[in-house]
Nanobody, 115 residues
Framework: VELVESGVGLVQPGGSLRLSCAAS????????MRWYRQAPGKEREWVAT????????DYTDSVESRFTISRDTAKNTVSLQLNSPKPEDPAVYYC?????????WGQGTQVTVSS
């Protein structure tokens, strides 16, 4: 049972980047999926959520309208689309799956904004 993240972690200012998280050993759509991020010297913060039922989404204020969380049930993956990155966006991004007492984390992907 694991979550494996993928995606190129370098994005130019004004560009876009897509992070993916693939689940193995469990059905991702039955879990509440979240993305978190942690910048150097800061605590890990919640970024986005997709509920298992109905695919309802929610975002922290700083990424609302710029980031999109989505799910591909056929591929058993969840993704995070990052658009128009801001200076506060570079961080290590983690996907998280939770259902009851079961919780899994991805290994983390470094996102860097650079021209």
């Amino acid at each position: 049972v694991e979550l494996v993240e993928s995606g190129v972690g370098l994005v130019q200012p004004g560009g876009s980047l897509r992070l993916s998280c693939a689940a193995s050993g469990f059905t991702l759509s039955r879990y509440v999926m979240r993305w978190y991020r942690q910048a150097p010297g800061k605590e890990r913060e919640w970024v986005a959520t997709m509920m298992s039922i109905g695919g309802v989404t929610d975002y922290t204020d700083s990424v609302e309208s710029r980031f999109t969380i989505s799910r591909d049930t056929a591929k058993n993956t969840v993704s995070l689309q990052l658009n128009s990155p801001k200076p506060e966006d570079p961080a290590v991004y983690y996907c998280n799956a939770r259902r009851g007492y079961n919780e899994y984390w991805g290994q983390g992907t470094q996102v860097t904004v650079s021209s």
